[in-house]
């Protein structure tokens, strides 16, 4: 495949900052769009761009703004060629978005109508969009299907995501854009942002104080490996046609006790826990069927949760210097 030009919004993030490594690798040029927010530390996005850059030199461009800056936007479309857009921007996380659903909202979906409008003035630019198996709600049949009923979802997070995805349909159904929208199910690994269950569990392991555990332990994720994620991603954009829905996870589940153990079996330490009632917005179990993804994008995740909390503690002990 001939090199080409990417937009990847979000791509100092976590997600991002490996998607745009991986596109790199292959010989693409990449334009990474990040706001750098203070919904955690910018310090580490920028931690995150400095390994892209080291990667891909002068193939890796970095603009600083918002998705929602219709101007900025409009210029970046202007002075760039793309080819595609991995659009992975977003306000996250399910609790956060009870207390402040209106910035969810204004980010989540203006930012990418705004970029849809400039997707669509040029005809075939393939555009994948970041959803969540948040937009499944609290499920009761497993494993989650992209042909399940999804109008229950439970949090605003969740909600802002399945608009977007009909955002996406509109824009495909009356413009011709070739859409790709992937669930994504609870993504860990390197770089893992520092409010997210394992990247907390495994600090508390190495002092950083007791972490909430909510429930009886006994909710289960599909949790899934960056690298996966990551390969799934630059599959649904090179296969990018039509319209479609694809679940990215690994298909087997682990509760949040069995987690937490094997975290400590993992780092040689015990998690320290305080104990918290379910919260709202929380979901019982997640578990993709990926049977769609491994037959249309030859999706295959290879790394279980055991093998990928390990790379994700030599990760963390290296990233802090703790050997």
């Not at 996005?45 to 891909?56: F, H, L």
């Not at 608009?163 to 199910?185: D, I, N, Q």
């Not at 400590?264 to 019982?284: E, F, I, K």
């Not at 249309?296 to 030599?314: E, Q």
Request: proline share 5%.
């Amino acid at each position: 495949m001939m090199a080409q030009t990417i937009l990847v919004t979000g791509g100092a993030g976590f997600i991002g900052s490996h998607v745009c490594e991986a596109l790199l690798a292959r010989g693409d040029r990449v334009v990474a769009l990040d706001n750098f927010n203070d919904f955690y530390d910018p310090a580490i996005k920028r931690r995150n761009w400095a390994e892209v850059v080291r990667s891909g030199g002068s193939r890796a461009v970095l603009r600083t703004g918002d998705i929602r800056d219709a101007q900025l936007v409009e210029s970046l479309f202007a002075e760039h060629a793309f080819d595609g857009v991995v659009h992975l921007a977003a306000m996250a996380g399910v609790r956060p978005s009870l207390k402040d659903p209106l910035h969810y909202e204004d980010v989540n979906i203006r930012g990418t109508l705004t970029l849809l409008e400039q997707v669509r003035l040029r005809r075939g630019l393939r555009f994948v969009f970041a959803s969540s198996s948040s937009v499944y709600g609290d499920h009761d049949q497993s494993p989650f299907s992209e042909a399940h009923d999804v109008r229950r979802p439970v949090s605003p997070y969740a909600a802002t995501k399945l608009s977007g995805e009909l955002h996406c349909f509109a824009y495909h159904h009356l413009h011709g854009v070739p859409v790709s929208a992937l669930r994504f199910f609870t993504v860990y690994g390197p770089r893992q942002r520092p409010e997210m269950a394992i990247h907390k569990f495994v600090a508390a392991c190495h002092g950083g104080g007791p972490v909430p555990f909510y429930g009886d332990g006994e909710t289960r994720r599909d949790y899934t490996y960056i690298d996966d994620i990551v390969d799934g991603v630059v599959r649904a954009l090179d296969r990018c046609v039509g319209y479609e829905i694809y679940n990215l996870g690994e298909s087997a589940t682990t509760s949040l006790s069995e987690l937490v153990e094997w975290i400590g079996a993992t780092t040689g330490r015990p998690v320290p826990l305080d104990r918290q009632p379910m919260q709202p917005g929380d979901v019982r179990l997640t578990c993709a069927d990926i049977s769609k993804a491994r037959a249309k994008l030859g999706y295959a995740p290879s790394t279980d949760v055991r093998a990928g909390l390990a790379r994700f503690v030599h990760w963390y002990r290296a990233a802090n210097g703790l050997g």
